[in-house]
């Protein structure tokens, strides 16, 4: 078994601006595994509030032994970027070398399409507002705040997308003032979920707090070992690949999460259609489904995945699965 990792960056459409910070291309780390003459191969964001690098996941992949399965992967790694793109690679190696498509390795049925939410950049309620218009015609949009000022930035885009479902992702920078203050025009303006509005390490604020918009649970979930420090806090938990280490905790965690009462949200990092496409398989019938990575990429991987009016399509064996 030969295990390769290579970086891959990806122009963006677009400045791309949450609360963190800004960027204008998706640096991702790409990995092939080769058994027998067949190659698996999957993607990572490494993540700086994670305190992942692109040389460190690399480290992390290039120290695995030569031969692993799915199965050892899990205590050889820890959840994360560098766990995610081997055991996609796995996956995508076994459905290669079974003729068997990953879905159906996973015990799930044929996937279908899921509508998918698309995602406004952090930028000045004008320019905020111009891109809800510009987007207006799709069903669901997710709105990147987490500023004491936001209350203008979900007036404009509400006015410029009077139809679509919003969804919000402060990205853990309001403070529990600023949420509860937000929380009566959040339900004025149609907001559906709210992503993260504490930092993680503070959303015990949450506990008792009225929350008549469901709250969703991102920084503050990894695996399923998250679980037990969301209770009275969440209503909905956010499923990364890159934060479970992989699809394999990602089906794990949902059905732990949903056996819970939770509903299920499936997100992404910025990434290339290499990185959505194990996603697809978790977010069949997700509550949220926010695997709009792609579409703010200026290019893409070969047999890209597709976007239309039904949502994200599942992956064409040419690509993953």
Not at 119 to 148: N, V, Y
Request: glycine share 8%; aromatic share 4%.
């Amino acid at each position: 078994m030969q295990i390769e990792v290579t970086a891959d960056v990806f122009r963006l459409a677009q400045v791309f601006t949450i609360s963190r910070g800004s960027r204008t291309e998706a640096k991702v780390l790409t990995v092939r595994i080769t058994e027998g003459g067949v190659t698996g191969w999957g993607e990572c964001v490494p993540y700086a509030r994670y305190d992942e690098t692109l040389e460190s996941v690399t480290a992390e992949i290039e120290g695995l032994p030569a031969t692993l399965t799915r199965a050892a992967l899990y205590d050889l790694l820890p959840a994360g970027a560098a766990r995610n793109a081997v055991d996609c690679a796995l996956w995508d190696l076994e459905a290669k070398q079974s003729g068997t498509p990953a879905w159906q390795l996973a015990g799930l049925a044929p996937l279908k399409p899921e509508v998918t939410a698309y995602t406004l950049s952090l930028d000045t309620p004008e320019k905020m507002q111009a891109q809800a218009a510009e987007h207006a015609f799709r069903p669901l949009l997710k709105i990147k705040l987490g500023t004491p000022d936001d209350m203008p930035r979900l007036e404009a885009v509400r006015a410029g997308a009077p139809k679509s479902t919003i969804i919000v992702d402060a990205n853990e920078g309001w403070s529990a003032e600023v949420y509860a203050d937000l929380a009566p025009h959040l339900v004025r303006l149609g907001v559906a979920l709210v992503e993260q509005p504490l930092p993680a390490g503070d959303d015990d604020a949450l506990i008792g707090m009225k929350r008549p918009v469901p709250v969703c649970a991102d920084e503050s979930c990894h695996d399923r070992a998250s679980l037990a420090g969301l209770k009275g806090k969440y209503d909905v938990v956010n499923i990364k690949l890159d934060k479970t280490g992989g699809l394999t905790e990602a089906l794990a965690l949902r059905a732990e999460a949903l056996a819970q009462g939770y509903d299920v949200m499936v997100g992404c990092m910025v990434g290339s259609s290499l990185a959505m496409a194990p996603a697809v398989l978790v977010a069949q019938g997700a509550k949220v489904v926010d695997l709009d990575g792609p579409l703010l990429l200026a290019e893409d991987r070969e047999a890209a995945l597709t976007f239309d009016s039904a949502g994200v399509h599942p992956p064409m064996r040419a690509l993953w699965g």
